[in-house]
């Protein structure tokens, strides 16, 4: 997609920190530590990721405004936006 699109590393620590339930990561590598349920392992490096956020209601239209907002609230019918699905080459 194009640059000025991608996402900032600030908008995605927001999303990170605010819409922790829709942002997942896809790691690779690395030494098993113990018998941590999930496991977790050292040295592991991140090869994707799919990153999304909430809104409320089945929403309109779309655009840079709405999309840097999370409604965590929960009431009423959420709409979720897929913001980037990213998987290493």
Not at 18 to 43: H, I, M, Q, V
Request: a negative charge; one cysteine or more; aromatic letters at 8%.
């Amino acid at each position: 997609y194009p640059e000025d699109e991608a996402a900032s590393p600030d908008q995605l620590d927001f999303r990170c920190a605010n819409a922790g339930d829709f942002f997942y990561g896809l790691f690779c590598g690395g030494d098993t530590l113990g018998d941590a349920a999930p496991k977790r392992r050292k040295d592991e490096r991140l090869v994707g990721f799919v990153v999304g956020t909430c809104l409320p209601g089945a929403c309109g239209r779309l655009d840079q405004r709405s999309m840097s907002n999370h409604d965590a609230s929960g009431s009423g019918p959420l709409t979720l936006c897929i913001h980037s699905v990213v998987i290493e080459k």
